[in-house]
């Protein structure tokens, strides 16, 4: 079946440093998502990367999509504390979405 | 107007009881979903109902059997519960099924613990 690895599992960061987390397919998707999890919160869904190659920004974060549409990035410039909380990509394939284990981010002030 | 809700936040209780997990969106959204996330924050798909109708059945014990009244509720009950089903169990809601790449929208979850 479809499996999704992602690293790191986990991350400490000094504000105003820089995190990735990296998400790879065992298949080609059609689509993949991410989202994010503050402590003792739900999923929150951040964007969906569609096109082979795709690259969106939304402030800070930049979201990548290989060009074989099996791996995917998530980079955040400049942390900042608020930036807490577990991200997660989703993988999606011809007839389910399937989470990676996702990346818990820490940030100290 | 929380988008999509579930009741309760918490459920503590003891092994062997029955208990249910209710969930409603009000997003007039097609398909509801219910994942379970374990200690290690692993989101695990358990079922999934497009318009009232089964279309996702993971491997689950069938100590869970879900039940959608209509398309905006899908309740999740437990029968002779362990002390391995404790976990967060999430509610989430798309305006169509997987296979149209739409996106997920969860409740807050409900926190249950066995003892």
């Known amino acids: 079946g479809q499996q999704v690895m992602q690293i790191p599992q986990y991350q400490h960061v000094q504000e105003g440093e820089d995190f990735t987390t990296y998400c790879n397919s065992s298949t080609t998707l059609s689509n993949i998502q991410w989202y994010k999890q503050r402590p003792g919160g739900h999923p929150v869904f951040l964007i969906q990367?569609?096109?082979?190659?795709e690259v969106k920004k939304q402030k800070r974060l930049t979201f990548q999509f290989g060009e074989a549409k099996k791996n995917s990035s998530l980079h955040i410039t400049a942390t900042q504390t608020t930036d807490v909380g577990t991200y997660f990509c989703?993988?999606?394939?011809?007839?389910?979405?399937?989470f990676g284990k996702g990346t818990m981010l820490l940030v100290s002030p | 107007d929380t988008a999509v809700s579930q009741t309760p936040k918490y459920l503590v209780t003891q092994m062997g009881n029955d208990k249910s997990i209710k969930c409603e969106q009000n997003?007039?959204?097609?398909?509801m979903y219910w994942y379970k996330q374990d200690s290690k924050k692993f989101l695990k798909i358990m079922f999934s109902y497009n318009n009232k109708e089964l279309i996702i059945n993971e491997t689950v014990p069938n100590r869970f059997s879900p039940k959608s009244p209509d398309k905006a509720h899908l309740n999740l009950h437990i029968n002779s519960l362990e002390l391995g089903d404790s976990a967060v169990y999430f509610c989430?809601?798309?305006?169509?099924?997987?296979?149209?790449?739409?996106?997920?929208?969860f409740g807050s979850g409900t926190r249950l613990t066995v003892v």
């Open positions: 989430a809601s798309s305006q169509d099924s997987f296979r149209r790449g739409l996106h997920l929208i």
């Open positions: 990367l569609v096109k082979s190659g």
């Open positions: 989703a993988g999606q394939g011809y007839s389910t979405l399937t």
């Open positions: 997003l007039g959204h097609d398909t």
